[in-house]
């Protein structure tokens, strides 16, 4: 089973600053099979990357996914207050299970 | 595409219930359906996976408890779940994997508790 690390566990930042997550995982993963979720209370998981890089549909390019093998990052550039969420990473393919991180709490004070 | 679940409702440990997830735009037995859940105030795990062909795929947590099948008439997929057990507890969500994106239903609370 391939382990996903999340870090850091908890983000406070300010409106306009940007936001760093990283995503390890135990083992290389496709990067065709690496996704970034926002979490949002009562609300089921947003995809927002796919593929490690690329944005879903209408997710605006403050959020940059990249990365390979076994180290992944989320950038949120230019923060604002609706980006307060959790954020998970996922891998995924042919071969399960599969796996998501443990989640990075995001709070914009 | 849309993704509908129902069927969670409040259970006794070692009950049995089934989740009903209900797609529309598109036909379910042309992709990868997976189960999702998340423990209340906790994070996502993955519960099973059923692919086109019918072969299906389950976390160790749920192995020989839990069933996917699905309806093709109806377009339904379904999470047959038995003896649950407290840990059982979350939100259900179901999926769609298309290729490298997934969909997501709003999901289903599942309660387990005597």
């Known amino acids: 089973e391939i382990v996903l690390t999340q870090s850091p566990g908890t983000l406070s930042l300010s409106p306009g600053e940007r936001a760093t997550l990283s995503c390890r995982a135990s083992q290389s993963v496709s990067s065709r099979f690496l996704a970034w979720y926002q979490q949002k209370p009562g609300q089921a998981p947003s995809l927002l990357i796919y593929a490690a890089s690329t944005r879903a549909t209408g997710i605006p390019d403050r959020f940059t996914g990249s990365g390979s093998g076994t180290d992944f990052t989320l950038i949120i550039s230019r923060l604002e207050p609706e980006d307060s969420a959790v954020y998970y990473c996922?891998?995924?393919?042919?071969?399960?299970?599969?796996?998501f991180g443990q989640g990075t709490r995001l709070e914009i004070k | 595409v849309n993704l509908v679940e129902s069927g969670g409702v409040s259970v006794q440990p070692g009950g049995s219930l089934r989740l009903s997830c209900t797609a529309s735009?598109?036909?379910?037995?042309?992709?990868?359906m997976h189960w999702v859940r998340q423990a209340p105030g906790k994070g996502l795990e993955w519960v099973s996976r059923l692919n086109n062909d019918g072969s299906t795929f389950y976390a160790e947590s749920v192995e020989g408890r839990f069933t996917t099948s699905r309806d093709d008439a109806k377009n339904t997929l379904y999470l047959h779940m038995n003896n649950l057990r407290a840990e059982d507890t979350a939100t259900y969500y179901c999926a769609r994997e298309d290729w490298e994106v997934w969909d997501w239903g709003q999901g289903t609370l599942v309660a387990v508790s005597s």
């Open positions: 735009g598109f036909i379910i037995s042309s992709h990868w």
């Open positions: 996922q891998q995924y393919g042919s071969s399960p299970p599969i796996t």
